[in-house]
């Protein structure tokens, strides 16, 4: 099965995507993740890019849906299928040739849906430390998970300061939904 791998390598190769489109869809990303800020949601924006073009985007929507899973890549997500439905397109086929770029490293639960869709590319901006499943809590997305889709690759760090800034601004709020705090012993 060596030569399947070697194929699946040079595949992901083909999508590492160019600076100039890093900082195009990224610029995208932050748009949508200041809206999430101004909506009260934990600022993450993110879009889906098949052929150059955007075939999902979505930010944070937990508070405004009341759904925990409501993450940005999750509203994308839901996008890209629903447009390969609609356009007959096979959902595996556009998959394997998109790229998410994304204000924030994927959480756990967000990477491992991305494997099993087989998404090739992740763009992010800043580490998520508190549920980051790309190396900061968990490395979902190259974890040897013969089960569970296949890995991919991280471009990390564009404009990662900002990312955090946004971060820090959200959870210094007052947040009316959030639970009391416990205290931690860390
Ligand atoms: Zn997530």
Redesign the pocket.
Same mark, same amino acid.
């Given at each position: 099965m060596e030569t399947q791998g070697e194929i699946k390598a040079t595949s992901a190769e083909t999508f590492y995507p160019r600076d100039e489109d890093i900082e195009k869809w990224m610029a995208n990303a932050f748009d949508m993740a200041k809206d999430a800020l101004e909506n009260g949601e934990v600022p993450v924006g993110c879009l889906m890019v098949y052929n150059d073009e955007v075939v999902g985007r979505g930010r944070n929507e937990v508070n405004e849906t009341k759904n925990a899973t409501r993450?940005a890549? %999750?509203v994308a997500l839901d996008q890209l299928l629903d447009r390969c439905r609609h356009s007959n397109l096979d959902v595996r086929s556009v998959c394997e040739r998109t790229a998410l770029y994304v204000t924030v490293e994927? !959480?756990i %639960? !967000?990477a491992a849906a991305l494997r099993l869709l087989n998404i090739p590319v992740v763009v992010y901006g800043c580490r998520n430390e508190r549920?980051g499943g790309c190396g900061s809590v968990l490395d979902v997305s190259s974890a040897d998970l013969p089960q569970t889709g296949n890995t991919f690759k991280c471009v990390s760090g564009h404009r990662a300061q900002e990312a955090v800034e946004m971060l820090k601004t959200f959870y210094k709020q007052e947040n009316p939904n959030a639970p009391k705090p416990k205290t931690r012993k860390d």
């Open positions: 993450h890549e %999750m994927p !959480c %639960m !967000c549920f």
